[in-house]
């Protein structure tokens, strides 16, 4: 079985139009660097059609192709970051429908902001009880730390269902706070609310040393692998994986992707059959290659409760 546990729907409704211009005008600058000059309208062109699959069907279709059984669809909360972001509850209902169109295929974690106050947390709750939603979603680059005390409401609901919590660590679209992606920054949480398992998205990736050592020393603190095709080393992302997975913390690492982040230069079967029957398991006890690959994701977010069919509270 694959669980994917961080796929985004691609939809400017999820992610806000100026986040997009500014990673065109990252690959634009690239481009220029090798001669190919005046690219970014075209670039933004390109990454706005692919951010029109508001209801999931090409999502679903790719996970399809790619022997995706299921997939985690992270849904941040952009609203106080970018003029372009939908209102929460909006983009609440949005992947609630796309759960509905698709059932049986995604768990949501939902974003929130410390800056919504009790509104905030009143919304997270009704995300769980109606929608069926599975956990919470940090995004600290916009603007906070991801153990700012605000957020302990938040967490002190995960800590009675049972939820876990995924925070962004790394860089991220380009007009935030970079400087909040450290997964340090989490200790403080994941110290104070014990009961609550903690996810250090694309932790496998950037800032790797820092978040292993957590999760290593952190009963509560888990990552993720997402991102890992842009990954910055030598040797590339299969003997940078490869290293990590023979670093003793198998029982703590998700299998992700961070799909659709990558759709412009490969597709998501490409990049499944690359992991899955290349050589960046050699080495690594089948019983902690399925653990990373699902074992671990189903272990965190209850087998019982995971997924939203039908309704929202269906399975819960």
Request: proline share 5%; glycine share 10%; hydrophobic share 45%.
């Amino acid at each position: 079985m694959i669980i994917d546990a961080h796929v985004t729907l691609a939809s400017v409704r999820a992610t806000p139009r100026d986040f997009l211009a500014a990673q065109a005008a990252n690959v634009a600058d690239r481009l220029a660097a090798y001669g190919v000059a005046d690219r970014h309208a075209a670039v933004l062109d390109q990454l706005l059609a692919g951010y029109a699959d508001h209801n999931g069907d090409r999502l679903v279709a790719e996970l399809d192709e790619a022997g995706v059984d299921q997939a985690v669809l992270v849904a941040a909360d952009y609203s106080h970051a970018s003029p372009y972001a939908v209102p929460p509850e909006e983009l609440a209902r949005l992947h609630h429908d796309v759960c509905v169109r698709h059932p049986g295929r995604f768990r949501v974690m939902w974003g929130v902001d410390p800056r919504a106050g009790a509104a905030g947390v009143e919304l997270f709750e009704r995300c769980v009880t109606e929608y069926g939603f599975a956990g919470m979603k940090l995004y600290p680059l916009t603007g906070y730390s991801p153990s700012d005390r605000r957020l302990y409401p938040y967490f002190e609901v995960c800590a009675a269902r049972g939820l876990p919590v995924l925070t962004h660590t790394g860089p991220g679209w380009g007009p935030l706070d970079f400087t909040l992606g450290r997964p340090l920054l989490v200790d403080d949480a994941a110290r104070d609310f014990p009961g609550v398992d903690f996810i250090l998205g694309h932790g496998g990736v950037t800032h790797v040393e820092e978040a292993s050592y957590l999760c290593a020393h952190r009963p509560n603190v888990h990552l993720d692998i997402s991102q890992f095709p842009s990954m910055l080393g030598v040797g590339g992302w299969v003997a940078h994986l490869n290293r990590l997975f023979r670093t003793g913390i198998n029982h703590k690492i998700l299998f992700g992707t961070c799909w659709p982040s990558f759709r412009m230069s490969a597709s998501l079967a490409t990049v499944v059959t690359e992991f899955t029957h290349g050589t960046v398991f050699a080495g690594v006890k089948r019983r902690e290659q399925q653990m990373i690959m699902s074992g671990n994701a189903l272990r965190l977010f209850g087998a019982g409760r995971a997924v939203v069919t039908t309704g929202g509270s269906d399975g819960r």
